[in-house]
C-alpha cells in the first residue's frame, strides 16, 4: 500500500512468521474480525432504528464507528505527527465531522465500510503473496546425512556445503548439490515450471526443492540449507513485491498532492459556503468532498496487481525482480536471443572429424582434447568427451574468442576458430559442415592445417513453435552469437528467425541491443557470461535457468528457474495481461473521483451514498486487481 494512501501496516514479517500468519483460520484474524464487528454492529443498528429503537440503534451506531475508526485512526495521527497526510487522516477528519453535524449513522457507515476495505486489501495482498509461500514450502524441514555410513536426520537449515544427503525416493532435494551415487528421475515442475521429468546420473547438479521419483540417490551439498537456488529465487520474489513500478510511483504521484488538495478544497467549500449561505449545508458538502476525493483505490489498486502478477509469475517459473521491470515487461516489442544453451540443448557433441592426408581422425581428436580440457569454452567438453585419448599438453595458452594452442608430443598444437585459422585445403568441407549448422574448429599442427572437427548443438524442439507464438503475438526475434555466420543461417533457418546477427563478442551483442532498442523496447535472454553486458543493456534482460551463470542472473531483470523456452511466449502474455489490469484500475479509479467530486460538491450525493459508492469501488478495484494472480497456460503447454 503507498504511503499517500495513509493506513497503516506492520514491517514485513519473517518468510516463516509470514506463513504462520496467513494461515490462520479468519475468524482469528483481528484484522478481519474487527470490521466484521463493526459492520455487524451497524447493520443491527439500522435494523433497530427502523423498528423506532432510535436509542439502541444509536448505540450500536457508536459501537460501530469506534471499531471501525480503531483499524484507520491511529495510524493516521501516527502519520500527521510525521507530517505525512494519508487518506486514512480524511476518513477520519470526515467521520469526526459527521459526528458533531449529528450523522452519526453516516459516521458508522463510513467507518464500516473504509475499515473492510482496508481489511480486503490487507487480505488480496496475502493471496498474491502465495507464489512465494508455495516456494518457500518446497523446502523440507529436515534432511538425512549420511556420518560415517549412519543415517542421520537433521533440520534442513542446519545443511552446509560438504555434506551427503541421503534422499529417498517420494523426498524433496533439501539444498543444491552434485549427485554422488544412484540414478533417478527428478520432478523439478514445482520450481522450473517443466512438466518432464530430469534424469540425472552420478556427477550431475540438483536443485533445492526436486523431487526424487524413482532411485535413492546420495547427494553432495553445495550450498548451505539456508542459501541455495531455492532461497535465492524466494529472495528475488520478496524484493519485486517490496519494489514498485513507474505506474505505481505514478498513482503515488498523483495520490500524494490530491491529499492535501482535498483538504483545501473542502475547507474552501466550508468557508465560503457558510460565508453565502446556511453553514450546515456546506460544512456538510465539505466533508462529503472529502469522502468523494479519497483517492485510496488509486494508490492500492497499481502495487496491488502488481505484486500479485509477480507472485502467478512465480508459480510457473519466471522470477520478476521487481514492479517496475513487470511494468517495461509488458511494453516489449522485440526479443533478442542468445544461440547456444538458450536456442540450442547446450549439449554439444562431434558429428564430424576432417583430416588431411597422413592424419588420422582419433590423432586429430587427441590433439584437440589435449588442448581443449584446459578451455572454458562450450565446445571444449564435447571434443574432450569423443577423443579416444587425452595426451599431456605443456605451455597452454589460450586466446578468448580465438582459440588455444600448446606443445603436444614435442609439436606445436593451435586449435580455434575457422574466422583465426586458416582451414587450408579443408575450406571447402569446413564451409559445408557449417552449412549444415555445425560449429568447426581447425586444428593445426606446427602451424599447417591438419584437421578440422565439427561440433553440432542440436535447438530445442519447442523453438520453432516459440518462435511463431511469440510472432503472434506481435514480437519479433533476433539471434545474436558468436558463432560464425554459416552455422548461425543454419540453425535460424531450422528455427523461422529471419534477422540473425554472428560472430559477436560480449560487447558487440551489447552494441546490437543498442540498435534494436532504437525501434522500441527489447528484451535479452541468454544464459552465459558472456550474455551478462547484453542482459544488462537491454530494457528487460532474462536468464535462462535461475541456478546459472551468476553474473547473467545478476545483470538480468528476470530469471526463468527453468529452460523451457516455452516460459518466453508464456510470460510476455502474462505481463501484458496484467499491464492492461493496471491501465483499467488507473482509470477507474480516476474515473471514481471526477464523477464523485462534482456530484458531491453540488449537493447530489449525501454523505452515505458517497461512502458507499467510494468504498463498492474501492473493492471492485481490488478484485480486477487480483485476476492478475490468475495464470493461464499457453497453447504450446495445452
Same mark, same amino acid.
Given at each position: 500500500?503507498?504511503?499517500?494512501? /495513509? ?31 463493526? /459492520?455487524? %454492529?451497524?447493520?443491527? /443498528? ?178 548451505? @540449507? ?32 490530491? +491529499?492535501? #488538495? ?5 475547507? +474552501? ?45 512465480? =508459480? ?13 515487461? /509488458? ?7 542468445? =544461440? ?48 579416444? @585419448? ?10 578468448? @574468442? ?7 608430443? #614435442? ?25 549444415? @549448422?555445425?560449429? +568447426? ?10 584437421? %578440422? ?20 503475438? #506481435? ?42 532498442? =532504437? ?108 485476476? %492478475? ?10
Amino acid at each position: 500500500m503507498s504511503a499517500a494512501c /495513509g493506513c497503516e501496516h506492520e514491517p514485513a514479517a519473517t518468510a516463516g512468521e509470514e506463513i504462520e500468519e496467513v494461515e490462520r483460520p479468519w475468524w482469528k484474524d483481528r484484522g478481519i474480525m474487527v470490521p466484521v464487528f463493526s /459492520g455487524v %454492529a451497524f447493520l443491527t /443498528g439500522l435494523i433497530f432504528d427502523w423498528s423506532a429503537l432510535e436509542i439502541l440503534g444509536l448505540v450500536l451506531f457508536w459501537i460501530g464507528l469506534l471499531l471501525g475508526a480503531s483499524t484507520f485512526t491511529p495510524g493516521a495521527i501516527r502519520k500527521l505527527f510525521k507530517g505525512k497526510l494519508g487518506i486514512g487522516l480524511l476518513m477520519s477528519i470526515s467521520a469526526i465531522g459527521a459526528v458533531i453535524l449529528g450523522y452519526v449513522e453516516e459516521a458508522a457507515a463510513l467507518a464500516f465500510l473504509y475499515s473492510i476495505a482496508e481489511a480486503l486489501e490487507d487480505k488480496a495482498m496475502d493471496r498474491a503473496r502465495g507464489g512465494l509461500r508455495a516456494l518457500l514450502k518446497l523446502v523440507p524441514e529436515t534432511a538425512i546425512v549420511l556420518r560415517d555410513g549412519v543415517s542421520v536426520e537433521v533440520p534442513a537449515k542446519e545443511l552446509v556445503a560438504g555434506q551427503i544427503l541421503l534422499v529417498r525416493p517420494g523426498e524433496r532435494i533439501a539444498t543444491d548439490g552434485i549427485v554422488r551415487s544412484g540414478r533417478s528421475s527428478l520432478d523439478t515442475s514445482a520450481i522450473t515450471g517443466e512438466s518432464i521429468p530430469v534424469e540425472v546420473d552420478p556427477g550431475d547438479e540438483v536443485s533445492a526443492g526436486a523431487i526424487n521419483s524413482s532411485g535413492a540417490l546420495e547427494v553432495e551439498t553445495t550450498a548451505a @540449507g539456508t542459501d541455495n537456488s531455492l532461497t535465492t529465487i524466494v529472495e528475488l520474489v520478496e524484493q519485486a513485491q517490496t519494489e514498485k513500478g513507474e505506474r505505481a510511483r505514478l498513482a503515488d504521484r498523483i495520490a500524494r498532492p490530491l +491529499v492535501p #488538495g482535498v483538504l483545501i478544497l473542502a475547507a +474552501v467549500v466550508a468557508i465560503l459556503g457558510s460565508l453565502l449561505s446556511d453553514p450546515d449545508v456546506w460544512i456538510t458538502r465539505a466533508l462529503v468532498v472529502l469522502v468523494a476525493a479519497s483517492p485510496c483505490a488509486l494508490a492500492i489498486s497499481v502495487p496491488l496487481t502488481v505484486v500479485a502478477a509477480i507472485g502467478a509469475a512465480s =508459480k510457473f517459473g519466471v522470477i520478476i525482480k521487481s514492479g517496475a521491470v513487470f511494468e517495461r515487461f /509488458g511494453t516489449i516489442r522485440h526479443v533478442a536471443v542468445d =544461440k547456444t544453451g538458450t536456442l540450442t540443448r547446450n549439449e554439444p557433441a562431434v558429428t564430424a572429424v576432417l583430416t588431411v592426408d597422413g592424419v588420422a581422425e582419433t590423432q586429430a581428436l587427441a590433439w584437440a582434447a589435449a588442448l581443449e580440457q584446459h578451455s572454458t569454452h562450450p565446445l571444449a567438453a564435447a571434443i574432450t568427451a569423443s577423443a579416444p @585419448g587425452v595426451p599431456a599438453a605443456a605451455n597452454v595458452t589460450e586466446q578468448t @574468442g580465438y582459440g588455444v594452442e600448446g606443445i603436444v608430443d #614435442g609439436a606445436r598444437i593451435t586449435v580455434g576458430s575457422p574466422r583465426w585459422l586458416d582451414a587450408g585445403e579443408l575450406g571447402g568441407q569446413v564451409s559445408t559442415l557449417e552449412e549444415q @549448422g555445425m560449429t +568447426v574448429v581447425i586444428v593445426h599442427r606446427d602451424g599447417f592445417p591438419a584437421a %578440422a572437427v565439427g561440433v553440432r548443438d542440436e535447438l530445442r524442439p519447442e523453438v520453432s513453435e516459440v518462435v511463431g507464438t511469440l510472432a503472434d503475438q #506481435g514480437i519479433g526475434m533476433t539471434m545474436l552469437t558468436g558463432d560464425n555466420a554459416r552455422t548461425a543461417g543454419a540453425l535460424a533457418g531450422q528455427a523461422g528467425i529471419n534477422d540473425v546477427r554472428a560472430e559477436l563478442r560480449p560487447e558487440d551483442k551489447s552494441a546490437a541491443i543498442g540498435d534494436l532498442s =532504437k525501434v522500441g523496447s527489447v528484451a535479452m535472454i541468454g544464459d552465459g557470461i558472456n550474455d551478462a553486458p547484453a542482459l544488462a543493456a537491454a530494457d528487460i534482460g532474462i536468464a535462462m535457468g535461475a541456478t546459472g551463470s551468476d553474473a547473467a542472473i545478476e545483470s538480468a531483470d528476470v530469471a526463468f528457474t527453468g529452460h523451457d523456452l516455452r516460459l518466453i511466449p508464456r510470460a510476455f502474455d502474462h505481463a501484458r495481461r496484467g499491464r492492461r489490469i493496471i491501465n483499467q484500475n488507473i482509470i477507474l479509479s480516476l474515473l471514481i473521483i471526477a464523477v464523485l467530486l462534482p456530484l458531491a460538491l453540488f449537493g447530489v450525493l449525501g454523505l452515505a451514498t458517497v461512502v458507499l459508492v467510494h468504498e463498492v469501488a474501492e473493492v471492485v478495484v481490488i478484485l480486477n486487481g487480483l485476476r %492478475a494472480a490468475r495464470t493461464r497456460r499457453s497453447r504450446l503447454e495445452s
